[in-house]
């Protein structure tokens, strides 16, 4: 049956609602304004590039084999994790992640890995979604007919990817910012803004297959949709036959139950064989395996399972029909599909650039440009400059593994980066203490090659192979694990020999693999290559591995951008010296701890320090004495022996200038937060005493309003009492009344506070741990905290410390002490009868200590501390007992709870030096302990 593609399309009087295709709309101005200047600019920066021709085989393989020297494989590795794609977890776990060819090249990576980290702080990007269709395509090229599901991965792809683009396009909108919001999104947008998202083929998908349900829809082709129908309705007389002729033989006691099923892909009846009459003219299609039931297909039944066999045949090839032709709108569109999945892929990996970015809380390098071409920076100074860079391998155990960190499903790292990270810390000896250590990368302008000299694990390496990563990371696009704003060149190659290429099958020593690897390293570099050699001439003799060593820096000074080598070789180190292309740079070593310290020490050459290492091993000391007899004869004038201790004596004192300038910057911080918290205190008193007042005088009212109500309550049951006592009673009677009342003034004393005579200031001296009034705090309550020969003292005022002169400083008066007295003194006047008896009752119980008077609870003489922190109560309970007066009661309400608040109050008042003793609670006052104040 032939299928036209007219017929194919939609039906006419049956359009599908097609939307309007992206990125092709005149309401978007500000995008496509972006984008093309975007890709003005990007084609001006390319056109003054230099074209680089294909390199040669033995570059290729030279620079191969210095991505694995320099571990690229495992960095590759880290972005992995951070890839949402399987095409982009693919290109990175392979190391096939994109590096800059140009200059221009690798800005473009960098400006879109930055536009991914702005893109990122608005919402995660998740592009999981978006499915690698270029098998598919790949078949439907090839004349293999695709399966629905596989067209319809098509279509989801070509849908995820759409919308990817929309999604970009409406974040930088809701950015705002107008132009400039869309320009700092350029570099994301103009990645998938001329692509071709084959709306047309999606159209046809949609319309011809559910892709939800995997699906033909009938409407894919008007063949189709009458087969179906014909066939539903054929479907319908076969089900009915079949049922009545199942009824007939179940109702004659042919079956136990009516059974219609397919036997040999046609519908019939089973019946009993004892019962096969009843369908004498049907047809047997099979038999069970007992014989004794049999599948027999009744007359009426066999055109209508023909006619079923027939459109069945014609739907599976109409069907064929369409998916043929899907198959070739897809393998037509290929081009277009493998250009969006390119495109995926690169968004893909610059969001996984941005996350990486993230996880290792890097910054973004500048590339630099001084080539030969004449052109330079002229704003920076430094050839190479990056702060704080740390080897992104080494990093790693700090930070968790990516894969667990990318599982996370969060792509904000810079919230805890700074916690798990931890600079670099240092003991008093210089020695770092956690790994990996930063160094600082400073290679000033006009400098060709650097020689690193220094100890045996002193980390020369180690530096020189975080050099070559963070020159390949800029190349690709990602950012730094370093600080500040780095600074490096681009290099078209990286060059290294770094590690014994010793052979034995090419009959190679350890000296002539090294040789070898250089030899092919000089055939190869060119005027913009960075080259790294590790222990340079090393392996053979040591003078003539001197000279060879000279004469190929020399050689490598004027054919390429940069050359940095690491040597043992002091003489190498005096080429400075001659040539100030030349530069030297030390591992610096503690002599005092014989360990590495693994920094850089730009400028300076360091000494191997073998024996010193060689001692703290624990070889044997007659090795290492006759050891430095030979040096000894070798350095007759001893200029290093003098030079090294120079040098020592220089980094003792810069590290103790270095810890005097911390301690001064410390104790600077320190006084000036100090001040701060001085200065709003006095700011705020004003406000605190006003409010002060007003609270004391509100509480004051209802005090006096509950003395008058209690000593009323005293009174009336007196004169109740009084009518019916005897005089013995009557006695008795008085003194209850009066020690009530008695009671009830001293608990409801207002405790003011006055202060002695200037002649009593004169002589007073304060003492540790004393309250005292503070004339420069508002005549506040602190407590002495240090008391020195000179005319100041130490005071505390809540969590401040101050200083003030003795002068200022008041004695806090005993007034609580003398109201008492004199109210009980007014109580024995009204009393004549009772006043001797009352007089000797005082005087006794003074005699005896018990001088805080009757224990009753009163809102004024209690402190609540249910419900507040530890530290709150304790401050709350420390104001309370510097308030009281002198022979003063406080019951404290700490509750039981868990018992945290209980045991520091009960800490407070064992060491506090006003509280004379404690009660703790009685199994009649659970959760209270009274305080006895002296």
């Given at each position: 049956m032939e299928?036209?593609t007219?017929r194919?399309?939609?039906?006419v009087?049956?359009?599908p609602n097609l939307?309007?295709p992206?990125?092709?709309?005149?309401?978007?101005?500000?995008?496509?304004?972006?984008?093309a200047?975007?890709?003005a600019a990007?084609?001006?920066?390319?056109?003054?590039?230099?074209?680089h021709?294909?390199?040669?085989?033995?570059?290729?393989?030279?620079q191969?084999?210095?991505?694995?020297?320099?571990?690229?494989?495992?960095?590759?590795?880290?972005?992995?994790?951070?890839?949402?794609?399987?095409?982009?977890?693919?290109a990175?776990?392979?190391?096939?992640?994109?590096?800059g060819?140009?200059?221009?090249?690798?800005?473009?990576l960098?400006?879109?890995?930055?536009?991914?980290v702005?893109?990122?702080?608005s919402r995660r990007?998740?592009?999981s979604?978006?499915?690698?269709?270029s098998a598919?395509?790949?078949s439907?090229?090839?004349?293999?007919?695709?399966?629905?599901?596989e067209i319809?991965?098509?279509r989801?792809?070509?849908s995820?990817?759409?919308?990817?683009?929309?999604?970009?396009e409406?974040t930088?909108?809701?950015?705002?910012?107008?132009?400039?919001s869309?320009?700092?999104?350029?570099?994301?947008?103009?990645?998938?803004?001329d692509c071709d998202?084959?709306?047309?083929?999606?159209r046809k998908?949609?319309?011809?297959?559910?892709?939800?349900?995997?699906i033909i829809?009938?409407r894919?082709?008007?063949d189709?949709?009458i087969?179906r129908?014909e066939?539903?309705?054929?479907?319908?007389?076969?089900?009915?036959l079949l049922k009545?002729?199942s009824?007939?033989?179940?109702?004659?006691g042919?079956i136990?139950?009516?059974l219609i099923?397919?036997?040999r892909?046609?519908?019939?009846?089973?019946?009993?064989?004892s019962?096969?009459?009843?369908?004498?003219?049907?047809?047997?299609?099979s038999?069970?395996?007992?014989?004794a039931?049999?599948?027999m297909?009744?007359?009426?039944?066999?055109?209508?399972n023909?006619?079923?066999v027939?459109?069945s045949?014609?739907?599976?090839?109409?069907?064929?029909a369409?998916?043929?032709?899907l198959?070739?709108?897809?393998?037509d569109?290929?081009?277009?599909?493998?250009?969006i999945l390119?495109?995926?892929?690169?968004?893909?990996?610059?969001?996984a650039?941005?996350?990486?970015?993230?996880w290792?809380d890097?910054?973004?390098p500048?590339?630099?440009?001084?080539?030969s071409?004449?052109?330079?920076?002229?704003e920076?100074?430094?050839?190479?400059?990056?702060?704080?860079i740390?080897h992104p391998?080494?990093?790693?155990?700090?930070?968790?593994h990516?894969?667990d960190v990318a599982?996370s499903?969060?792509?904000d790292f810079?919230n805890?980066?700074?916690?798990r990270?931890?600079?670099?810390?240092?003991?008093?000896?210089?020695?770092?203490s956690?790994?990996?250590?930063?160094?600082?990368?400073?290679?000033?302008r006009?400098t060709k090659?650097?020689?690193?000299?220094?100890?045996?694990?002193g980390?020369k390496t180690?530096?020189?192979k975080t050099?070559?990563?963070?020159?390949?990371?800029?190349k690709?696009g990602m950012?730094l694990?370093?600080?500040g704003s780095?600074?490096?060149?681009?290099?078209?190659?990286?060059?290294?020999d770094i590690?014994?290429h010793q052979?034995?099958?090419?009959?190679?020593s350890?000296f002539?693999g090294h040789?070898?690897?250089i030899c092919k390293i000089?055939?190869?570099?060119?005027?913009?290559s960075?080259v790294?050699?590790?222990?340079?001439?090393?392996?053979?003799d040591?003078?003539?591995?001197?000279?060879?060593?000279a004469?190929?820096l020399?050689?490598?000074k004027?054919r390429?951008?940069?050359a940095?080598?690491?040597?043992h070789?002091?003489?190498?180190?005096?080429?400075?010296k001659?040539?100030?292309?030349?530069e030297?740079a030390?591992m610096e070593f503690?002599?005092?701890?014989?360990?590495?310290?693994?920094?850089?020490?730009w400028?300076?050459?360091?000494?191997?320090n073998?024996?010193n290492i060689a001692?703290s091993?624990g070889f044997?000391?007659?090795?290492?004495?006759?050891?430095?007899?030979?040096?000894?004869?070798?350095?007759p004038?001893?200029?290093?022996?003098?030079?090294g201790?120079?040098?020592?004596s220089?980094?003792?004192?810069?590290?103790?200038?270095?810890a005097?300038a911390?301690?001064?910057?410390s104790?600077?911080?320190?006084?000036?937060?100090?001040?701060q918290?001085?200065?709003h205190?006095?700011?705020?008193?004003?406000?605190?005493?006003?409010?002060?007042?007003?609270?004391e005088?509100?509480?004051?009212q209802?005090?006096r309003?509950?003395?008058?109500m209690?000593?009323?309550a005293?009174v009336?049951?007196f004169?109740n009492?009084?009518?019916?006592?005897s005089?013995?009673?009557l006695?008795?009677?008085?003194r209850k009344?009066e020690?009530?009342i008695?009671s009830?003034?001293?608990?409801?004393?207002?405790?003011?506070l006055d202060f002695?005579?200037?002649?009593?200031?004169?002589?007073?001296?304060p003492?540790?741990?004393?309250?005292?009034?503070?004339?420069?705090?508002?005549?506040?309550?602190a407590?002495?905290?240090?008391?020195?020969?000179?005319?100041t003292?130490?005071?505390?005022?809540?969590?401040?410390?101050v200083r003030?002169?003795?002068n200022?400083v008041?004695?806090?008066?005993n007034s609580?002490?003398s109201?008492?007295?004199?109210?009980?003194?007014?109580?024995?006047?009204?009393?004549?009868?009772?006043?001797?008896?009352l007089?000797?009752?005082?005087?006794?119980?003074?005699d005896?200590?018990?001088l805080?008077?009757?224990?009753?609870q009163?809102s004024?003489n209690t402190?609540?501390?249910?419900?507040?922190?530890?530290?709150?109560?304790?401050?709350e309970?420390d104001?309370?007992?510097?308030?009281?007066?002198s022979y003063?009661?406080?019951f404290i309400i700490?509750g039981?709870?868990t018992?945290a608040?209980?045991?520091?109050?009960?800490?407070?008042?064992?060491?506090?030096?006003?509280?004379?003793?404690?009660?703790?609670?009685?199994p009649l006052?659970y959760?209270c302990?009274?305080?006895?104040i002296?």
């Amino acid at each position: 049956m032939e299928l036209t593609t007219a017929r194919f399309l939609c039906p006419v009087g049956k359009p599908p609602n097609l939307p309007f295709p992206p990125y092709s709309s005149p309401a978007r101005p500000a995008v496509a304004l972006a984008v093309a200047a975007a890709a003005a600019a990007s084609a001006a920066s390319s056109s003054d590039d230099s074209h680089h021709p294909r390199r040669p085989s033995l570059a290729q393989a030279l620079q191969s084999e210095t991505l694995k020297t320099l571990e690229w494989s495992s960095v590759c590795r880290q972005l992995s994790s951070f890839a949402s794609t399987s095409m982009g977890l693919a290109a990175a776990r392979d190391a096939e992640v994109p590096i800059g060819e140009t200059p221009a090249a690798s800005r473009r990576l960098l400006d879109q890995t930055a536009a991914a980290v702005l893109a990122a702080e608005s919402r995660r990007w998740d592009l999981s979604g978006i499915e690698d269709v270029s098998a598919v395509v790949e078949s439907a090229r090839k004349g293999e007919l695709l399966t629905i599901g596989e067209i319809c991965a098509v279509r989801r792809m070509l849908s995820a990817a759409r919308k990817v683009g929309e999604e970009l396009e409406a974040t930088a909108a809701a950015a705002g910012g107008g132009r400039d919001s869309f320009g700092r999104y350029a570099p994301l947008l103009k990645i998938l803004y001329d692509c071709d998202f084959c709306t047309d083929l999606q159209r046809k998908i949609e319309y011809c297959i559910d892709c939800n349900l995997s699906i033909i829809l009938d409407r894919a082709s008007e063949d189709l949709e009458i087969i179906r129908s014909e066939r539903k309705s054929n479907m319908e007389k076969l089900d009915s036959l079949l049922k009545e002729v199942s009824a007939h033989v179940f109702r004659a006691g042919g079956i136990d139950k009516p059974l219609i099923t397919t036997r040999r892909s046609r519908l019939c009846v089973g019946i009993r064989a004892s019962h096969r009459y009843l369908l004498s003219d049907g047809v047997v299609l099979s038999v069970s395996s007992s014989g004794a039931t049999y599948f027999m297909e009744p007359k009426e039944a066999v055109e209508l399972n023909n006619m079923e066999v027939r459109l069945s045949n014609a739907e599976r090839e109409e069907e064929i029909a369409i998916l043929s032709l899907l198959t070739s709108e897809i393998a037509d569109a290929g081009i277009q599909i493998k250009h969006i999945l390119d495109r995926v892929l690169e968004i893909d990996l610059a969001f996984a650039r941005a996350s990486y970015a993230q996880w290792i809380d890097g910054v973004c390098p500048t590339l630099s440009s001084d080539h030969s071409d004449g052109s330079c920076d002229a704003e920076a100074v430094r050839l190479v400059d990056i702060e704080n860079i740390r080897h992104p391998l080494l990093l790693e155990p700090s930070l968790g593994h990516p894969t667990d960190v990318a599982a996370s499903n969060s792509m904000d790292f810079a919230n805890v980066n700074n916690s798990r990270r931890g600079l670099s810390s240092r003991d008093n000896s210089g020695v770092s203490s956690d790994f990996p250590v930063p160094v600082d990368m400073k290679i000033e302008r006009g400098t060709k090659v650097v020689v690193i000299s220094g100890p045996n694990t002193g980390g020369k390496t180690a530096s020189m192979k975080t050099l070559g990563l963070a020159a390949l990371m800029s190349k690709a696009g990602m950012y730094l694990p370093a600080k500040g704003s780095p600074r490096i060149p681009w290099f078209d190659l990286i060059l290294a020999d770094i590690g014994d290429h010793q052979s034995l099958e090419q009959n190679l020593s350890t000296f002539s693999g090294h040789i070898s690897r250089i030899c092919k390293i000089l055939d190869v570099a060119s005027a913009e290559s960075l080259v790294l050699i590790d222990e340079i001439g090393s392996g053979t003799d040591p003078s003539e591995g001197v000279a060879l060593s000279a004469s190929i820096l020399q050689y490598l000074k004027n054919r390429i951008h940069l050359a940095v080598v690491t040597t043992h070789y002091a003489d190498l180190t005096l080429l400075k010296k001659k040539d100030a292309q030349f530069e030297n740079a030390a591992m610096e070593f503690s002599l005092q701890t014989l360990e590495p310290t693994y920094r850089i020490l730009w400028g300076s050459t360091g000494d191997s320090n073998a024996l010193n290492i060689a001692k703290s091993i624990g070889f044997d000391g007659e090795i290492i004495e006759r050891a430095k007899q030979w040096v000894e004869r070798l350095r007759p004038e001893r200029q290093q022996e003098r030079k090294g201790l120079l040098y020592q004596s220089l980094l003792e004192e810069r590290d103790r200038l270095k810890a005097q300038a911390e301690k001064a910057a410390s104790l600077h911080v320190e006084v000036m937060n100090l001040y701060q918290e001085i200065l709003h205190e006095a700011e705020d008193i004003d406000n605190r005493l006003k409010a002060l007042m007003a609270k004391e005088m509100h509480h004051a009212q209802e005090e006096r309003k509950a003395t008058e109500m209690q000593i009323q309550a005293v009174v009336e049951e007196f004169e109740n009492n009084l009518e019916d006592a005897s005089p013995d009673q009557l006695n008795s009677l008085v003194r209850k009344c009066e020690s009530l009342i008695a009671s009830i003034l001293e608990a409801h004393q207002p405790g003011e506070l006055d202060f002695p005579d200037r002649s009593d200031d004169a002589l007073f001296v304060p003492q540790y741990g004393e309250q005292v009034h503070v004339k420069g705090l508002g005549n506040k309550l602190a407590t002495v905290e240090e008391t020195g020969d000179d005319d100041t003292v130490l005071v505390q005022f809540g969590k401040v410390r101050v200083r003030v002169n003795k002068n200022d400083v008041r004695a806090v008066a005993n007034s609580r002490r003398s109201r008492a007295s004199s109210s009980i003194s007014q109580l024995r006047r009204k009393s004549e009868n009772n006043n001797e008896e009352l007089q000797n009752q005082v005087e006794g119980n003074k005699d005896e200590g018990s001088l805080y008077g009757p224990l009753l609870q009163t809102s004024k003489n209690t402190v609540d501390l249910r419900g507040m922190r530890v530290e709150e109560a304790a401050l709350e309970l420390d104001m309370a007992i510097s308030s009281r007066g002198s022979y003063s009661v406080i019951f404290i309400i700490h509750g039981m709870g868990t018992g945290a608040v209980k045991e520091r109050v009960l800490e407070i008042l064992k060491n506090h030096p006003r509280v004379a003793k404690y009660e703790q609670e009685s199994p009649l006052n659970y959760g209270c302990t009274v305080a006895y104040i002296n």
